[in-house]
C-alpha cells in the first residue's frame, strides 16, 4: 500500500510556472511507474504524463507536450511535475498516482488531489 501526498499547487497568473510534487509513503516507489492525471470542472480526469522507473516518460494530449515536464527522484520515493507557461485552461485538480510493481502489480494509487488556478 501507498499514500501519495501533493504538494506545489495554488494560484498562478497566465504564463508562470508552478512545480507540482508527489511524495510517496509505506513502500518504495522506485520500481513503480508513476504519473499525473488532472481533471477540470466539469470534465473527465485527463492523463497529463507517467513515468517509468528508468525515467522515459510519456505525455498526454498535445497541448502539455513542451510546457510538462514529469521527473522522478527514487532516493526520495517523489515525482514531480514542471508546468511552464501556464495557461488558463490548465487549471484543474491535479492528481498523482504510483502503479504497483512486483507482489503488488496490478494495484494503483492516488494522491488526494491539488488544486491548481490559473488566472488570465
Request: net charge neutral; hydrophobic share 30%.
Amino acid at each position: 500500500q501507498a499514500e501519495l501526498v501533493e504538494s506545489g499547487g495554488g494560484l498562478v497568473q497566465a504564463g508562470g510556472s508552478l512545480r507540482l510534487s508527489c511524495a510517496a509513503s509505506g513502500r518504495a516507489v522506485n520500481a513503480d511507474n508513476m504519473g499525473w492525471f488532472r481533471e477540470a470542472p466539469g470534465k473527465e480526469r485527463m492523463f497529463v504524463a507517467d513515468i517509468r522507473p528508468s525515467g522515459s516518460s510519456t505525455y498526454g494530449a498535445g497541448s502539455v507536450e513542451g510546457r510538462f515536464t514529469i521527473s522522478r527522484d527514487n532516493a526520495k520515493n517523489t515525482v514531480h511535475l514542471q508546468i511552464n507557461s501556464l495557461k488558463p485552461e490548465d487549471t484543474a485538480v491535479y492528481y498523482c498516482y504510483a502503479d504497483g510493481s512486483g507482489h503488488s502489480r496490478g494495484s494503483r494509487w492516488w494522491g488526494q488531489g491539488i488544486q491548481v488556478t490559473v488566472s488570465s
